[in-house]
């Protein structure tokens, strides 16, 4: 099993959940995060003063999959997230040992 966390802009999350959605992907927890990469944030002008935005809004996308549908799942997150431009944001790619469902007790990919 793997782990992907995807680091993505806001305003693609609904595209991102629809094309996850049409690759069969039936869960995922999102978080609400600010970081920044290489371009180091921005500068905004609000009631004429100038500041600096260092750590920019982004959402977290943690998805548990069966390594055989790892490829299938990045390809969709590659073409939703896109747009192009720095800041689209990363995939991470993560092993996972075991997955627990609390409930019922269940292990392995019965648990995902």
Do not use: W
Request: aromatic share 6%.
């Amino acid at each position: 099993m793997k782990k992907l966390e995807c680091i993505i802009r806001p305003f693609k999350l609904e595209e991102v959940k629809d094309a996850l959605n049409n690759v069969g992907v039936r869960g995922m927890t999102v978080s609400e995060v600010r970081g920044f990469g290489r371009s180091r944030g921005h500068t905004e002008l609000y009631r004429g003063s100038e500041y600096t935005i260092e750590f920019v809004p982004k959402l977290k996308l943690e998805i548990v999959l069966e390594d055989e549908n790892i490829d299938k799942v990045i390809d969709a997150v590659l073409q939703a997230a896109s747009t192009g431009k720095i800041g689209d944001g990363k995939i991470f790619v993560l092993p996972i040992d075991e997955t627990i469902r609390i409930r019922t007790g269940e292990r392995g990919a019965a648990a995902i």
